[in-house]
């Protein structure tokens, strides 16, 4: 499944949105020390994250397949029910 957009967040989070319209956050910070996403530490370079063909890249060339982003991030709905009055 495919990202459709994204939106870098200042606190290395990414909001996804997939083709079947579901919204999802991607913590990148576990990944942040590690081989080439140790770039992404500089916040310019971080928040440059954009939709390439149906995936995440960043300007530096760096990008991670769409069923990664699927299976690594968190659903956007809340879990906490609305009270109606």
Known sequence: ????????MD???L?????NGEQRFLDMKPYLHRGVF???VNKE???TAHVSFDTVAWNNEVDLAPEILYEK???NQSSTPFLVI
């Open 1 to 8: 499944m495919g990202i459709t957009a994204v939106m870098p």
């Open 11 to 13: 606190n290395y989070q």
């Open 15 to 19: 909001l996804l949105t997939f083709e």
């Open 38 to 40: 140790k770039a992404l």
């Open 45 to 47: 370079i971080f928040m």
């Open 73 to 75: 991030s968190v659903s």
